[in-house]
């Protein structure tokens, strides 16, 4: 009877979030002909931003400044832009971080601003204090997108890299879910979830949970480095240095200048205790 239950909930949340796209894209088209080129521009970027890749993400940006620049009020573009930077950070390809930070945070305000009921332009602040070290507005800010909008899988993600970043992995593993059950073919759900599900499990000591996700982030996209670096943790926790060495080969190979500093920098957020036992095990692992 559960399993039928969360069939119907996964199929009704499915359902929702294609409503959740149509309705938002009939509220384009009632905005006029030039804010519809600017709603274009918007949906081009999506699939790039996607991929997981410095240069798709560079693409997104600029197909998405092109499209804030016809709509300077379009909070769901602002959003994304601001996504754009973040994930500069978070991913270790920003050649200078801090101005990367202060974007993010300046274009998620803007988001906010001109749409203050918009969730995404939460989440986008949620990402943006994140990335930049701020734990408290991060996880205020992710809250209250997915107050906003429960069914949002994107604000439930947001909120669970919050939590986990503010030392709460059973709530950063609950949240994960959540948007996983409600989006459970989205990128969403194959990618972002994953991704601190994986470090929640880590940290908390359960290593081939942790390493499942891992292969399911790996599985899904080959080229997102944080796969690749989870394998290499938990290989080392696990006892297996062959495949922790080969795993950090496999990181190198996406992007060669990867470093444990360049790690420390994306993760945003410091914990000292958590920073170190991670850091450790990556040295173990053949990263310096």
Same mark, same amino acid.
């Given at each position: 009877?559960?399993?039928?239950?969360?069939?119907?909930?996964?199929?009704?949340?499915?359902?929702? @979030?294609?409503?959740?796209? =149509?309705?938002?894209?009939?509220?384009?088209?009632? =905005?006029?002909?030039?804010?519809?080129?600017?709603?274009?521009?918007?949906?081009?970027?999506?699939?790039?931003?996607?991929?997981?890749?410095?240069?798709?993400?560079?693409?997104?940006?600029?197909?998405?400044?092109?499209?804030?620049?016809?709509?300077?009020?379009?909070?769901?573009?602002?959003?994304?832009?601001?996504?754009?930077?973040?994930?500069?950070?978070?991913?270790?390809?920003?050649?200078?971080?801090?101005?990367?930070?202060?974007?993010?945070?300046?274009?998620?305000?803007?988001?906010?601003?001109?749409?203050?009921?918009? @969730?995404?332009?939460?989440?986008?602040?949620?990402?943006?204090?994140?990335?930049?070290?701020?734990?408290?507005?991060?996880?205020?800010?992710?809250?209250?997108?997915?107050?906003?909008?429960?069914?949002?899988?994107?604000?439930?993600?947001?909120?669970?890299?919050?939590?986990?970043?503010?030392?709460?992995?059973?709530?950063?593993?609950?949240?994960?879910?959540?948007?996983?059950?409600?989006?459970?073919?989205?990128?969403?759900?194959?990618?972002?979830?994953?991704?601190?599900?994986?470090?929640?499990?880590?940290?908390?000591?359960? %290593?081939?949970?942790?390493?499942?996700?891992? =292969?399911?982030?790996?599985?899904?996209?080959?080229?997102?480095?944080?796969?690749?670096?989870?394998?290499?943790?938990?290989?080392?926790?696990?006892? =297996?240095?062959?495949?922790?060495?080969?795993?950090?080969?496999?990181?190198?190979?996406?992007?060669?200048?990867?470093?444990?500093?360049?790690?420390?920098?994306? %993760?945003?957020?410091?914990?000292?205790?958590?920073?170190?036992?991670?850091?450790?095990?990556?040295?173990?692992?053949?990263?310096?």
């Amino acid at each position: 009877m559960f399993a039928l239950q969360d069939e119907i909930s996964s199929t009704i949340a499915a359902s929702i @979030a294609g409503d959740v796209g =149509r309705m938002e894209a009939e509220r384009a088209q009632r =905005r006029g002909p030039e804010n519809l080129e600017a709603w274009g521009l918007y949906q081009m970027s999506l699939p790039l931003t996607y991929q997981s890749l410095p240069a798709e993400n560079a693409k997104a940006r600029s197909l998405l400044e092109r499209a804030v620049a016809l709509d300077p009020h379009f909070a769901t573009a602002l959003a994304a832009l601001s996504f754009t930077h973040s994930w500069d950070v978070g991913m270790a390809w920003a050649s200078a971080p801090d101005k990367s930070v202060s974007t993010a945070l300046e274009t998620a305000h803007r988001a906010v601003a001109a749409d203050p009921r918009e @969730a995404s332009a939460h989440a986008a602040l949620g990402a943006a204090y994140l990335v930049a070290g701020d734990a408290r507005n991060g996880l205020d800010a992710a809250r209250r997108a997915v107050d906003l909008n429960p069914s949002m899988p994107e604000a439930w993600v947001t909120l669970g890299w919050a939590q986990w970043l503010s030392g709460d992995p059973d709530g950063c593993i609950a949240s994960n879910k959540n948007a996983q059950r409600l989006d459970p073919q989205g990128e969403t759900a194959a990618i972002d979830a994953w991704d601190t599900i994986a470090m929640a499990y880590w940290e908390t000591g359960r %290593f081939d949970e942790s390493l499942d996700a891992a =292969r399911h982030l790996v599985a899904a996209r080959p080229t997102y480095i944080w796969g690749q670096l989870y394998l290499a943790l938990n290989a080392v926790s696990l006892g =297996r240095p062959d495949e922790a060495r080969a795993a950090i080969a496999e990181a190198r190979h996406i992007q060669p200048d990867l470093s444990i500093a360049k790690i420390q920098r994306a %993760f945003g957020v410091s914990r000292p205790d958590v920073d170190a036992r991670r850091n450790a095990a990556f040295r173990q692992a053949g990263l310096e």
